[in-house]
């Protein structure tokens, strides 16, 4: 064992004893959809799912989110920073939003063990991101407190489905050290096909939409991890569904990191501005 590996292990010992959480203790994988900043602020039935699932799930020792708005191209990047900053990377938003702060340390011991479980990716580590909000509008909800550890890691945007998966699978041992992944996104997001005057709701206002969710659920049951790879032959809404895969990506990374005999449980299903999935799962 090398002594980079050696040293990130021992650091994950520590960090979960001063947490008091066993390493011993699997912690689940799961894929949010996050639709809009705007969730950050608001009480709706999907953020109340939210604060329920946290308090369902548990504290794990450390949070390793893979979110949709950090993409890279044919590299992987693994943010180490022991401070990392709240980034608001959208626009046109309420100024309180842009106020709003997640200030949870980071994870950098074990941000390097995830580094080092994807050292056939060749991995980096990173200084130069953060906490985008694809985590912090999530887990603002999921842990208001702030203090548990997190880190990113980011998308190889320029890779396929099956490198996805196998991504998620090389970082699923870390969920036996007590680290909750957590992977955002949206299974449906075509932001010039939402339909903003209509209320959240269990049903999609576009058959497009509709279809492509449903698939999408029909396939996780089945375990069609094939079809969920290539998500273009999942029927005819897919293309319209899923425009560019940046949303859609992270579920396999939550898909990937899950077991065998884990099956996809539906922690929240429906739709806001008419055709944003915010289809939640959870395995493990």
Known sequence: MNATLSAA?????????????????????????????????????????LKKW???????????????????????KVAVQAHPKTIHDFGGFPQSLFDMQYPAPGAPAIAQLATCALTAQGAKPSQDWGLDHGAWTVLHHMYPKADIPVFQVSIDYAKGGDYHLAVGKALSALRDKGVLILASGNVVHNLGGLDTGSPDGLVASRPWAQSFDHAVKNALVSNNTKGLANY??????????????????????????????????????????????????QWG
């Open 9 to 49: 292990i021992q650091g994950v010992a520590n960090l979960a004893e001063a947490k008091s959480t066993s390493l011993g203790q699997r912690m689940p994988s799961i894929f949010v959809g996050h639709g809009s900043p705007m969730n950050a602020v608001a009480s709706n039935e999907f953020t109340r799912r």
């Open 54 to 76: 946290g308090d369902d799930i548990g504290r794990p020792t450390a949070i390793l989110v893979i979110s949709a708005h950090w993409l890279t191209q044919n590299e992987i």
């Open 232 to 281: 273009l032959t999942l029927g005819a809404g897919a293309r319209m569904a899923v425009p560019s895969p940046d949303h859609y990506w992270p579920l396999l990374y939550a898909l990937g990191a899950a077991r065998d005999g884990e099956s996809a449980t539906f922690v929240y299903e429906g739709f806001q501005l008419g055709t944003l999935s915010m289809r939640c799962v």
